[in-house]
């Protein structure tokens, strides 16, 4: 039979992962009728790890935050390197496990998307995925002049249009939950709580591991 699962990809630090980046991917997972949205964890150089917090624990956080969520999974690929992927690396990867017919969809924030040209063969991801842009009802959204023609060829205007395995570009609005990691990290060095803000396993977790305190 053949493997023609719809998957999405959500790639951040997730230093801790949070509510923001889980309601984010839910709504992308039933707007684009996702059978799977992956949570990619990025490796990071050890200069720019969070002290005491390990790679291997951001991953455990992703895998408690998405445990009996579905479609959210957690792939684990670009941890297994020693060092950080190029994202073209990693849809090779993919496609190298999955095959060519897969749809792919790539999840990128609107700032993210604007800096695509500087990213490492930048021309090529569209060959081996869609990308669904999170674009803020709120954003300044002209797109700069490198992206134009491609905007021109390869969006469509409704994202459950998306056809084929890639090759198409298309934008979801949403209004992100004012959160993120970097506030999380801040209320916990103070030595306060963030329940609510991550899911109550990540909040364990954390307390377990004694994680993002202040160090004294
Ligand atoms: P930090 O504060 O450490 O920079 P972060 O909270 O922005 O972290 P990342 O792991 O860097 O989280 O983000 C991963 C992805 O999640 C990025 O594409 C980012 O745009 C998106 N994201 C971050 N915060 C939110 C949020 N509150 N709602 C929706 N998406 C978010």
Redesign the pocket.
Known sequence: MKDCRRIGL??????P??I??L??ALEVAELLELDELRLLPSARPPHRETPQVSAAQRLAMVELAVQGVEPLRVDDRELRRDKPSYTIDTLESLRGELGEQVPLYL???W??FCGLPTWHRWEELLEHCHIVV?QRPDADSEAPEALRDLLAARSVADPAALSGAGGQIAFVW?T??????????AVLAQGRSVRFLVPDAVLNYIEAHGLYRASN
């Open positions: 959500f790639g951040g630090t997730f230093d992962v949070h923001g980046h309601r984010s999840l990128v924030g700032d993210a999170l949403q992100p939950l004012a959160v993120s990691a970097t506030q999380i990290r």
